[in-house]
């Protein structure tokens, strides 16, 4: 790992997340390759998201789908919007190969929606790969803190 990678892996992660917060969907959407799977764990340690059932678990398909519903707000469950604001911490790059990085982060994001306000923490683990140049999203997976609570209304992507 050298510092470069690093501190391009922390911008693209930081970059994210600003996405994420404003409400970019479609941009969102476009750092992930075509491939692309986003995994939110129902579990603490769950090894895969087929032998038990997951909290969210898209493909690129179904996470176009996801920013559809957010963008038109046809989803009742989406309306209102929520207004969140995530901070991403603690990069570090866990493998490295002639594709891409594995990087692990921290994360805390608050979520105010309908006079309530929720707040979420946990760990997020991607995949990047380079595409033309740019790194991608190849995997994200989020593991949740409380990812085995009773988890009202997850809307809006982590």
């Given at each position: 790992?050298?510092?470069?990678?690093?501190r391009a892996a922390d911008a693209f992660?930081?970059?994210e997340a600003h996405l994420l917060?404003?409400?970019r969907w479609e941009e969102w959407l476009g750092l992930f390759t075509a491939d692309a799977t986003y995994w939110v764990?129902?579990?603490?340690?769950?090894?895969d998201p087929h032998g038990h059932?997951?909290?969210?678990?898209?493909?690129?398909r179904l996470l176009e789908t996801r920013v559809r519903r957010l963008t038109a707000a046809i989803a009742h469950a989406a309306t209102p919007r929520a207004v969140a604001t995530r901070q991403v911490t603690n990069a570090v790059v866990l493998d490295r190969d002639a594709a891409g990085l594995t990087v692990r982060s921290k994360?805390?994001?608050?979520e105010y929606r309908r006079n309530a306000q929720r707040i979420f923490a946990g760990t997020y683990v991607h995949r990047l790969v380079r595409a033309g140049?740019?790194?991608?999203?190849?995997?994200?997976?989020v593991n949740l803190v409380n990812c085995e609570s009773e988890l009202e209304g997850l809307v809006v992507p982590f």
């Open positions: 790992m050298t510092a470069d990678e690093l992660l930081t970059h917060d404003s409400a764990p129902a579990k603490i340690d769950q090894a059932i997951s909290l969210m678990y898209d493909d690129r994360f805390t994001m608050v140049g740019d790194l991608k999203i190849a995997a994200k997976r």
